[in-house]
Structure formats: C-alpha cells, structure tokens
C-alpha cells in the first residue's frame, strides 16, 4: 500500500490532489503537509496533516519516517510571477526544497514525483507544439529552478535509482482552490469575474496563446504517471502534457455562449506578459501518450460549461 507525503498541499493542485489520493488510496495513507495552516478547517479534518518546511531536511525525514512515507508528491514551490517579485526566496524554496526532498529519498528508499512547468522553456525555445527534448534557456526565476528541478531528478534517479517521476504542467484552471501567483492564472480569474460582474480585466494581452488544462485532467495525470509501468517510461521526468492552447479572446467567446452580455477588457501586467510571450504556445504531449497513455478529458467547450456550473454553485449566483 502506498504512504504519500505531500508538500504544498494547501495550494491550488494541492487542495484538490489531497482529496483525490484519499479517494484512491485511503485518507490515513495521504498525509497532507503545509508550511502554514491555512483555509477550510474541513480539509484538516478529512485526513492526517502536518506543518512542514521543506528548507528542513530533518523535518521531511521525521514525517517520512512517522508515517512510513513510500512517495512524495513534491509541490511545495513559489509560482511564475510571485517569484519574480522575490527570486531570491524563490530560489531558496524551489531549489533547496527539491534537494532536500531528493535527500531524504535517496537516504529511506521513497518515490518522488515532482511537476515542472512550461515555465521550464524560454523564448530560444520552439513555441509551436515544442518538443519533448528541445531547448530549455528559461529567463525567470521560477523557469531556472523548474529546469534544475528537472535536471536533478533525473540525476538522482540515474545516480541512486531514486524512482523519480514528473510532468510540465501548462496552466491549471479550477473552481475549487484560486491559483497563488501564476501568469497562467487570468483563466481562472475570468471565470469568477465573468459571473459575479458580467466583465473582466486580462493582465495578459489578446493574441497570447498558452496551454492550459482543467484540474481533474491534472489530477488524473499525476495518479496516471505515479502509476505507471517503469520499464515503459523512457523519460520518467517532466513529460509534456497539455489539453487545450488558447488565448484570453478564445476563452471570452466561449464564455458569452452562457453569459452574452460578458466584456472582456485589458490591463496588461508587464511583467507576467513578459513571461507568458517566453512561453510556448502549444505543446507536443506524444512522449506522454506514448510512455504511459496520457489523454486529457476536457477541452475549453467541456471545462467552460463545466467551470460556470461549479461556480455558479460555490458562488450562490441566482
């Protein structure tokens, strides 16, 4: 039976990957960690949890070691343009915390899995349906460490057989937990704005392609990947994956199908405008599908209805 660790739990996939491993593996073999305590008091109720700092190797240890911890699911991380705001804390969480989760594997025998970003490519980078194995010169903070990420999992796995695994997420929309300083988070926003003032603001400007995908196809994809078959997994770590690539009038036409009166309006954020143009537009996800039959669910019709649906409930819009 599988024990998963997992750090970063509190935020965006994390708040949903929680209730999604109870479900498949139990809730007292998915231990939920944090830094902070924060949010619903239910989700603290719903199965074991436990502050975590991951700049601390010995408290990853203790846990791991408490509760025969077999995999971590390392999300613990500072997002795309909050670490532009602050790289050098960035740099310390994103970089040091991998290390240490790594260390701790390699010392007790545990599985990693990890996801890196399409924030691991830079402008160098071929944009349109970019390759598995290509370029990676990155120019943000939360790029840099994504690529090094990459880098040392797949060192540990080569060097000390730890059984490292990972995807490069595109943009993860959901109605359940807000994204926490993403540049990919616009298409979250949109939604709640759409419903609650018939109009939104873009900090990303029309014509800014980017792939995205909706939560439960994120979600399916981590148990997909933690559970695949090693010997068919050629290159274990940071598997493009993608469902949809669009860009913020796409989506806006989507949305007046159910909201008609919808106005969709633009003040560009330069610096996370910046880092989506560095981005690619499209992604090739065959390795994924090949290595471990990936296939998404939902595309931008499917995820918008769905979306609106969710959230005209949580909301409590008449």
């Avoid at 436990?50 to 509760?67: P, S």
């Avoid at 460490?145 to 490069?168: N, P, S």
């Avoid at 196809?217 to 695949?228: F, G, S, T, V, W």
Wanted: hydrophobic share 40%; charged share 25%; with cysteine.
């Amino acid at each position: 039976m599988k024990k998963i660790l997992i750090t970063g739990a509190l935020g965006q996939i994390g708040t949903e990957l929680t209730a999604y491993l109870r479900e498949k593996y139990g809730s007292g073999n998915v231990i939920a960690s944090n830094r902070r305590k924060r949010g619903d008091e239910s989700f603290f109720e719903a199965g074991p949890f436990e502050l975590l700092n991951v700049l601390d190797a010995k408290e990853i240890a203790g846990i791991c070691k408490k509760y025969s911890i077999n995999q971590i699911v390392h999300l613990a991380a500072i997002l795309s343009a909050n670490a532009e705001n602050d790289p050098q804390t960035a740099y310390d969480i994103n970089m040091n915390g991998t290390y240490n989760v790594l260390e701790v594997a390699r010392e007790l025998g545990i599985a990693v899995f990890t996801p890196s970003s399409i924030a691991a490519f830079g402008a160098s980078t071929p944009p349109d349906n970019t390759p598995q194995d290509t370029i990676q010169r990155p120019s943000t903070m939360y790029g840099v460490t994504k690529v090094a990420g990459e880098l040392l999992c797949d060192y540990y796995f080569k060097r000390y057989g730890v059984d490292t695994r990972g995807v490069r997420f595109p943009g993860i929309i959901s109605y359940v937990a807000l994204p926490g300083g993403g540049t990919t988070d616009y298409a979250v926003h949109i939604y709640y704005e759409a419903l609650k003032n018939k109009k939104y603001a873009s900090f990303i400007k029309a014509g800014t392609y980017m792939d995205m995908m909706y939560m439960p196809d994120a979600l399916k994809a981590i148990y997909d990947l933690m559970e695949a078959n090693p010997d068919k997994l050629k290159h274990r770590n940071a598997f493009n994956v993608t469902a949809m690539s669009f860009e913020p009038e796409m989506l806006a036409s989507e949305i007046k199908k159910y909201i008609p009166e919808f106005q969709l309006t633009y003040d560009v954020d330069p610096v996370r405008q910046a880092i989506a143009d560095s981005w690619p537009n499209s992604l090739d996800d065959s390795a994924a599908r090949k290595e471990w039959g990936w296939k998404p669910k939902y595309d931008m019709a499917l995820m918008t209805k769905d979306m609106l649906d969710k959230l005209t409930v949580k909301l409590n819009i008449k």
